[in-house]
């Protein structure tokens, strides 16, 4: 039987991106789409999507919020698909100057309730009314605390259409004042402890985790990893209970192996394979570091890093690990592209004016640079404190450029590490850190450095890492069987 899926995210890749939320809300509805499945995505309508995913007009929303403005639903295609995109053309709350989330100042928008609120209780309208193109969903997918809401509405609505909540990174909840609940036609009914009270506030995240039929996390271990206190930013009972019901689940994400993939790229230098590797590499190198003004270094190596700037990505470990090894004038060099918190961009500003010659810094967001990153290479540095998937770990493992790792969430699902006597260098593919130490982060380097220097073990472990598969064709599988048993059920 064929069934209709409303996947609701507030940012999907090539048209609006924050992080790897973007690139699994463009990849798994492709990956999922089939004559038995039509997923359809809803978002909403940033600067330029209207012509982005040439969307027409479907109807008024006259219903939703009046007083922040005219609302419409707009109807286009995921660029290069096949896959329907639904847009929630809101200007007023949208189309603006700034990031998704924030404005220009780094500061969140201060009506983010209500952007996000409004997505919600659109999505919640699909299941609740006929007349939403038409489209009517067997199961609502809700990602992250921007859609938690709609699992709310749907509870007030006494609407049982099944709902899916994944949960993409625990830490950013969107809790706001409780007094929003009567603006966001939130009951006060659900104001408790068991509905969407958070330390006195408002959750969207826990409203998507209370009200929702099944709760999915990106990988198996930081499914686990958020029923403990280290990770679970006060939600970990919550979640506990859930996982005890046997509704918390971990699916790892894939790549979409059509942006990510080192033989068809064409944002690299050069294309390779396994068999022309060596020389593939070597090439790609060569642009990056005179892309980046360091000096070409063969023997060197070559450290790329791509990330928001932020702690939980452990780039604070990376600058003090780079800062030793420069002082020593150890052969290392570094490659880093990244935006985020200041104190972090000031830090790599100055290790790069201190070491011209070892460190090229680019502030900045920057899709081409990273794919060049990812292919010019020899390890990738990504020791984040926690991980809920990772999507870099993954692209540099396709990219034969091992990452070292923090073992934790979706790393310590992705990466083999090599242990320090290199014993297991047939089945490893990367670096694990045992310790989240700046020695134990030098010593791995060290250890890379050494294996560089031996060019057969090195190939060996290259072609470990570029062997593995990262499809979203196996996470497509496990989400198809998720929805079957929910809509089954329903
Ligand atoms: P997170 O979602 O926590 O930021 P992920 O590893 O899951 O981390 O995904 C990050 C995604 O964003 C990757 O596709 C990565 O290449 C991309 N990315 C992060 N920072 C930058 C940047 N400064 N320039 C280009 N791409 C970036």
């Known amino acids: 039987m064929k069934k209709n899926i409303l996947f609701v995210t507030p940012e999907v890749a090539s048209l609006a991106k924050t992080g790897g939320l973007a690139d699994v809300s463009a990849a798994l509805p492709k990956a999922l789409r089939s004559k038995q499945t039509d997923i359809r995505i809803l978002m909403p309508a940033y600067s330029g999507l209207e012509e982005k995913t040439q969307a027409q007009y479907v109807t008024d929303l006259p219903e939703l919020f009046p007083q922040w403005g005219a609302h419409r639903l707009l109807k286009g295609r995921l660029p290069e698909s096949?896959?329907?995109?639904?847009?929630?053309?809101?200007?007023?709350?949208?189309?603006?100057e700034g990031s998704l989330y924030q404005q220009t100042n780094g500061e969140d928008w201060p009506d983010n309730p209500q952007r996000f609120a409004l997505l919600s209780a659109l999505s919640a309208s699909f299941a609740e009314t006929e007349n939403m193109d038409g489209f009517k969903p067997d199961l609502i997918?809700?990602?992250?605390?921007?859609?938690?809401?709609?699992?709310?509405?749907?509870?007030q609505a006494e609407n049982e259409t099944p709902v899916v909540f994944s949960i993409h990174n625990l830490a950013y909840q969107g809790n706001f004042d409780k007094q929003l609940m009567h603006e966001l036609g939130l009951d006060w009914s659900l104001f408790t402890h068991l509905g969407l009270e958070f330390?006195?506030?408002?959750?969207?995240?826990?409203?998507?985790?209370?009200?929702?039929?099944?709760?999915?996390?990106?990988s198996p271990t930081y499914s686990d990893e958020i029923t403990r206190p280290?990770?679970?930013?006060g939600m970990e009972g919550l979640l506990m209970e859930?996982?005890?019901?046997?509704?918390?689940?971990?699916?790892?994400?894939?790549?979409?192996q059509t942006e990510w993939n080192p033989r068809s790229d064409i944002l690299i230098d050069s294309n390779y394979n396994g068999r022309n590797l060596v020389s593939g590499k070597k090439a790609n190198r060569q642009h990056l570091c005179k892309k980046l003004r360091l000096p070409v270094k063969n023997k060197h190596l070559l450290v790329g890093m791509i990330s928001r700037l932020t702690w939980q990505k452990g780039i604070d470990l990376v600058q003090s690990a780079c800062?030793?090894?420069?002082?020593?004038?150890?052969?290392?060099?570094?490659?880093?592209?990244?935006?985020?918190?200041?104190?972090?961009?000031?830090?790599?500003?100055?290790?790069?004016?201190?070491?011209?010659?070892k460190l090229a810094f680019f502030n900045g967001y920057d899709e081409v640079l990273a794919h060049q990153i990812e292919a010019g290479s020899d390890v990738f540095a990504m020791p984040s404190r926690y991980e809920p998937c990772g999507l870099n770990q993954m692209y540099s493992l396709a990219y034969a450029t091992p990452p070292i790792v923090n073992l934790t969430g979706g790393l310590a699902d992705s990466v083999i590490g090599?242990?320090?006597?290199?014993?297991?260098?047939?089945?490893?593919?990367?670096?694990?850190?045992?310790?989240?130490?700046?020695?134990?982060?030098?010593?791995?380097?060290?250890?890379?450095?050494?294996?560089?220097?031996?060019s057969k073990s090195w190939l060996k472990l290259l072609r470990n890492a570029m062997r593995q598969n990262f499809s979203w064709k196996l996470s497509a599988k496990q989400w198809s069987a998720l929805?079957?048993?929910?809509?089954?059920?329903a």
């Open 483 to 489: 929805y079957e048993s929910l809509i089954k059920t």
């Open 141 to 155: 997918h809700l990602n992250d605390w921007q859609t938690g809401l709609t699992a709310a509405y749907l509870r």
């Open 230 to 233: 280290e990770f679970g930013f």
């Open 418 to 454: 090599l242990e320090s006597d290199n014993s297991n260098l047939d089945e490893a593919t990367g670096w694990t850190l045992k310790q989240f130490e700046t020695d134990a982060l030098v010593q791995i380097f060290q250890q890379a450095l050494a294996l560089k220097s031996d």
């Open 82 to 96: 096949e896959v329907v995109v639904y847009l929630l053309d809101s200007p007023a709350l949208f189309q603006r």
């Open 199 to 218: 330390h006195d506030m408002l959750s969207f995240l826990k409203a998507g985790i209370i009200y929702s039929n099944e709760i999915a996390t990106v």
């Open 242 to 256: 859930r996982k005890e019901q046997g509704r918390l689940h971990g699916i790892l994400n894939g790549i979409d």
């Open 323 to 357: 800062e030793r090894l420069c002082e020593m004038d150890a052969p290392i060099q570094f490659a880093i592209l990244g935006s985020g918190e200041a104190d972090l961009v000031e830090t790599w500003q100055q290790l790069s004016q201190r070491f011209p010659d």
